[in-house]
């Protein structure tokens, strides 16, 4: 099978044929994508996937085999799941809703929509898990290296964690939204050719050990790519092998070659980085670059930097590509908005005994004030009822208010209308350059790894009132049954 139609749970094909038996499948939906919280403890996240989730958009069709598959399911009964109609209507189907979305490489925050879609209630709904799926895992991979390369304060990092990741297409498109994140290369080759990463990598343990001795195999390595001879150095002794690495960069200089450096992978490395230092400008190569790797992460990182480690280049790799300490980014895919069939717009909202889980209502949009050229707060305001105001509430605090006094500037743009395209792809590189722009404009407290500062973001005032009345009629009729 080659179509990704079926890439979704079966509670949404239930609910989609459950609308088409009782003759709503005309009516119209507005979803919202966002999370609740900002991954790893953290301040805020970096946009990723939309066009992984633009290419599933524009592709999805349910073929033949996918139709195939769907008559063979059965109920409880042993009755077909799905009757012919049904899966004809499947067979019909094409991507025709409206998509807004905050573009890729955008710091966006906890309760802001990502993704909004409006169209057909049967379609919107069935691209939820796909839409999820795609945005949750980069948006959590390019928060990740976003982490990481600030932890790195401006130092090269390589995303070295194909072998660690969760599966071919999680390593692809790990690699991709680390990119995005600020990771400057991969060792991931088919990442490289798909995406146009540039790729890094030098030898392993195996190289060394498959000669005589430390100084045969750095020789030979030396030889053969005299243009890439950065230097593994911890197989037996980490600081011989650093001798030895000098050994071979002092031959490279006499063949008009220049030592790239060498590699820690193991022990103290901040000790150890410290001492190759050393012995690396005592002998003349100030130059040669020391790499790390050995389990790295943003922590790791930052600890190394306070205890004056010279590391130059960070080799991060199972932390970053497997997210590691929060596996999953936690989106949620909620209605806002209803329309029947010749009917008004309607809003929506679910209850929960979490204040967290209560959804927001309308047809929402974020709206991001600047000072000084600094981010100053994001409002969420309904398209519905419109920005009556510039003043948030905080949705869980309603004694904490803010207001603006600029226009500001709308996150989600329009990306289909009625299944079409309308928003051109940006090559990757202007991706990047997005988050990094981005990021600038934000208070270096936001962006701290422990105990960030909180950025305002809150609901406009008129958006809050209205979800407090919906909140409170839902309860008293719930209370009344």
């Not at 749970?9 to 609740?36: K, N, P, S």
């Not at 909202?349 to 600047?370: C, D, I, Y």
């Not at 208070?443 to 005032?461: A, D, S, T, W």
Request: negative net charge; proline residues 4%.
């Amino acid at each position: 099978m080659t179509s990704r139609a079926l890439l979704t749970d079966l509670y949404q094909l239930t609910m989609a044929y459950g609308w088409f038996r009782i003759g709503r499948a005309d009516d119209e939906a507005v979803f919202h994508l966002l999370f609740r919280n900002a991954p790893f403890g953290g301040g805020y996240a970096i946009a990723a996937g939309l066009e992984d989730a633009i290419r599933y958009l524009e592709e999805l069709r349910f073929d033949a085999d996918d139709l195939g598959y769907l008559a063979t399911l059965r109920g409880n009964d042993d009755a077909p799941l799905f009757p012919d109609d049904f899966l004809r209507f499947l067979g019909e189907l094409r991507f025709d809703c409206d998509v807004d979305a905050v573009p890729e490489g955008t710091v966006v925050f906890a309760q802001e929509p990502l993704v909004r879609v409006r169209g057909r209630l049967p379609v919107a709904q069935i691209v939820e898990t796909a839409l999820l799926n795609i945005i949750n895992f980069q948006t959590l991979i390019a928060t990740k290296a976003a982490r990481v390369v600030h932890a790195a304060e401006g130092d090269p990092v390589i995303d070295f964690g194909l072998r660690r990741a969760q599966g071919e297409n999680g390593a692809l498109s790990a690699a991709r939204a680390a990119y995005i994140g600020g990771v400057g290369s991969t060792s991931n080759v088919l990442a490289g050719a798909r995406y146009g990463l540039p790729v890094r990598g030098t030898h392993a343990h195996s190289w060394v050990l498959s000669f005589d001795s430390e100084q045969d195999a750095f020789a030979a390595y030396a030889d053969v790519l005299p243009n890439n001879a950065l230097l593994l150095v911890d197989t037996y002794d980490t600081l011989d092998g650093v001798r030895h690495a000098i050994d071979v960069g002092r031959r490279l200089r006499e063949r008009g070659h220049e030592l790239s450096g060498i590699r820690l992978d193991s022990g103290d490395l901040a000790y150890l980085s410290i001492e190759a230092r050393k012995l690396l400008d005592d002998a003349g190569f100030p130059n040669a670059v020391i790499a790390a790797s050995n389990d790295l992460d943003e922590q790791t990182i930052a600890s190394l930097k306070q205890q004056r480690a010279r590391i130059t280049v960070w080799g991060v790799g199972t932390r970053l590509i497997t997210a590691y300490d929060q596996p999953a980014l936690g989106g949620v895919y909620k209605l806002g908005a209803l329309r029947r069939a010749g009917g008004a717009w309607e809003h929506r909202l679910k209850l929960s005994e979490q204040t967290a889980k209560v959804s927001t209502p309308g047809v929402l949009q974020v709206r991001r004030f600047t000072r000084d050229g600094e981010a100053a707060g994001d409002m969420i305001w309904d398209e519905l009822t419109g920005a009556r105001t510039r003043t948030i509430v905080d949705p869980f605090d309603l004694t904490r208010r803010k207001s603006f006094d600029s226009d500001g500037e709308d996150l989600l743009v329009p990306v289909f209308r009625n299944g079409q395209r309308v928003y051109d792809l940006p090559p990757l590189d202007e991706v990047r350059a997005r988050r990094e722009r981005d990021l600038a404009r934000f208070h270096e407290g936001i962006k701290r790894l422990v105990n960030p500062h909180r950025y305002p973001v809150g609901l406009e005032q008129s958006l809050f009132d209205l979800k407090t009345r919906l909140v409170l009629a839902a309860r008293a009729a719930s209370a009344a049954r």
